[in-house]
């Protein structure tokens, strides 16, 4: 079992930065994959970024390529999702999730727990 809670979200204004945090328990966290999604009021959950267990091999959707950045620290066991250039699109509920999978890591079924989300909200 793995509990995830994020932290970091707030009000920003296009073209700030934010950094989202995603903290998990227990002493596997190194075990598995984690990814950050997104949710906009209305819209379909959607992936974000992803990084491998070993922190060697980052994912990115091409909406926030070149503007987000995904990390971990495996022992504290924590990833960050590093937020620049800030869109007023990039509004929503972001979640961190953990995937025990190795492969299709920015599909959501590929996940086995997920935080409860931190809201970020930006500006125009």
């Known amino acids: 079992q793995v509990q995830l809670v994020e932290s970091g979200g707030g009000l920003v204004q296009a073209g700030g930065s934010l950094r989202l945090s995603c903290a998990a328990s227990?002493?596997?966290?190194?075990?598995?994959?984690m990814g950050w999604f997104r949710q906009a009021p209305g819209e379909e959950r959607e992936f974000v970024a992803a990084?491998?267990?070993?922190?060697?091999?980052?994912y990115y959707a091409d909406s926030v390529k070149g503007r987000f950045t995904i990390s971990r620290d495996n022992a504290k066991n924590t990833v960050y999702l590093q937020m620049s250039s800030l869109k007023a699109e990039d509004t929503a509920v972001y979640y961190c999730?953990?995937?025990?999978?190795?492969?299709?890591?920015?599909?959501?079924?590929?996940?086995?727990?997920w935080g409860q989300g931190t809201q970020v909200t930006v500006s125009s």
């Open positions: 227990g002493r596997t966290f190194s075990s598995y994959a």
């Open positions: 990084i491998t267990r070993s922190g060697s091999t980052t």
């Open positions: 999730a953990a995937s025990s999978y190795l492969t299709m890591l920015r599909v959501t079924t590929r996940y086995d727990y």
